[in-house]
Structures are given as structure tokens and as C-alpha cells.
């Protein structure tokens, strides 16, 4: 099965920064791409930012120019680098892993880790 375990969130007051990791685990032969979604109260989950193998990117228009996005491909890890917060980014943080092969394994899946909390205080 494969795991992906997420750090860094917190509670940071407005203007701060925060480091979010996210590690995927369990016999992967690669990733095609991951990201990162939240989700506020009361509020559907939405895209943050989301990084393919190949190094494109794409970021949620409220987070461009403040979140950076970066991977690991030989760690299967990746990390938001979130700069200049606000409260309006409190939310839980979801990393998601899209496209999975795992060793063995030809039929791609999806998987999400449990979210961690980031909180932003004005």
C-alpha cells in the first residue's frame, strides 16, 4: 500500500511562513505528478499548487508569487514553501500523489495523505 505522510503545518501569525513535507511511500516505480489541496470550513477542497515529473507547475491564482512548490522525484517527496500567509490560507493541507505506478503495477491510482492543519492568525 502505498503511504504519504505529511509535516510542517502549525499555527503562524499573518505575514509568517510555514514549510509543508509531504513523503510518499511503498514500493513506487514512479509519480506522475504531486500537489497540494485544502480545504477550509464549510468550504469544498480546492488546488493549491501542483508540480509533474517533469518539473511543470501550476498554482492557485490566490497563492501565486507566496507559495513555492518543489519535489524530490529520487524521494518521492515534495514540499509547499508558503511565504507572506494570511488568514484566509487557514485550511487543512491535503498532499495528494496523482498517477502512481507502483513496482509490478500498470494500472496508475491516486492517493491522498491524511492532511495536516495550518492556521493563520491576523
Known amino acids: 500500500q502505498v503511504q504519504l505522510v505529511e509535516s510542517g503545518g502549525g499555527l503562524v501569525q499573518a505575514g509568517g511562513s510555514l514549510r509543508l513535507s509531504c513523503a510518499a511511500s511503498?514500493?513506487?516505480?514512479?509519480?506522475?505528478?504531486m500537489g497540494w489541496y485544502r480545504q477550509a470550513p464549510g468550504k469544498q477542497r480546492e488546488l493549491v499548487a501542483h508540480?509533474?515529473?517533469?518539473?511543470?507547475?501550476n498554482y492557485a491564482d490566490s497563492v501565486k508569487g507566496r507559495f513555492t512548490i518543489s519535489r524530490d522525484n529520487a524521494k518521492n517527496t515534495v514540499y509547499l514553501q508558503m511565504n507572506s500567509l494570511k488568514p484566509e490560507d487557514t485550511a487543512v493541507y491535503y498532499c495528494?500523489?496523482?498517477?502512481?505506478?507502483?513496482?509490478?503495477?500498470?494500472?496508475?491510482?491516486?492517493?491522498w495523505g491524511q492532511g495536516t492543519q495550518v492556521t493563520v492568525s491576523s
Open positions: 508540480l509533474t515529473s517533469g518539473g511543470t507547475t
Open positions: 495528494a500523489a496523482l498517477g502512481v505506478y507502483r513496482s509490478g503495477n500498470y494500472n496508475p491510482r491516486n492517493y
Open positions: 511503498g514500493s513506487i516505480s514512479s509519480i506522475n505528478a
